[in-house]
């Protein structure tokens, strides 16, 4: 075999050898350390809907959102409906979910999936009442007054 061709096999046998490795880390991260999380977490299990009902003077809103989780990581979606009356509201907000929880502890970020509104929010909530209660802040950034505000919120698992 020519010097050539023995170059020209070893550089193809290396990126051959690199996307084997790549598609194997890919398959270990995605997959399996997801599966064993799964398998060997203990704590709570808040996956479902969740709602929150604001009902302060001049303005109404509910909360509600999906939680997804898996071990400790949790994503999902949520949705804001604002206004004087609920069943016909001013404004809604799509937000996207994601963040953590630990020893009774969550973290949530929202971000507004619409990508021409610069809606954020992060809340720290705990799990109360064997977990039928998550109760905690929400901080956001407020759209109308480019203001970051709190509420103390409880929500409720959605029956």
Request: glycine content about 8%; aromatic content about 10%.
């Given at each position: 075999?020519?010097?050539?061709a023995?170059?020209?096999?070893?550089?193809?046998?290396g990126i051959?050898?690199?996307?084997?490795?790549?598609?194997?880390?890919?398959l270990?991260?995605?997959?399996?350390?997801?599966?064993?999380q799964?398998?060997?977490?203990?704590?709570?299990?808040?996956?479902?809907?969740?709602?929150?009902?604001?009902?302060?003077?001049?303005?109404?809103?509910?909360?509600?959102?999906?939680?997804?989780?898996?071990?400790?990581?949790i994503?999902?979606?949520?949705?804001?409906?604002?206004?004087?009356?609920l069943?016909?509201?001013?404004?809604?907000?799509?937000?996207?979910?994601?963040?953590?929880?630990?020893?009774?502890?969550?973290?949530?970020?929202?971000?507004?999936?619409?990508?021409?509104?610069?809606?954020?929010?992060?809340?720290?909530?705990?799990v109360?009442?064997?977990?039928?209660?998550?109760?905690?802040?929400?901080v956001?950034?407020s759209?109308?007054?480019?203001?970051?505000?709190?509420?103390?919120?409880?929500?409720?698992?959605?029956?």
């Amino acid at each position: 075999m020519s010097e050539v061709a023995t170059i020209i096999l070893g550089v193809v046998s290396g990126i051959i050898t690199t996307a084997a490795l790549y598609v194997v880390g890919l398959l270990f991260k995605s997959f399996f350390i997801p599966w064993y999380q799964a398998v060997t977490y203990k704590g709570v299990d808040i996956n479902g809907t969740w709602e929150y009902e604001s009902t302060a003077p001049g303005q109404k809103a509910k909360f509600e959102m999906t939680i997804v989780q898996r071990a400790h990581m949790i994503s999902g979606d949520a949705t804001i409906l604002q206004g004087q009356d609920l069943n016909n509201p001013t404004t809604i907000t799509n937000l996207r979910i994601d963040g953590g929880i630990w020893e009774g502890y969550i973290t949530l970020n929202m971000q507004s999936k619409d990508r021409t509104r610069l809606s954020y929010s992060t809340s720290l909530l705990r799990v109360l009442h064997g977990g039928l209660v998550l109760q905690g802040n929400y901080v956001f950034r407020s759209i109308k007054l480019d203001e970051i505000h709190n509420i103390e919120m409880r929500w409720r698992r959605k029956k």
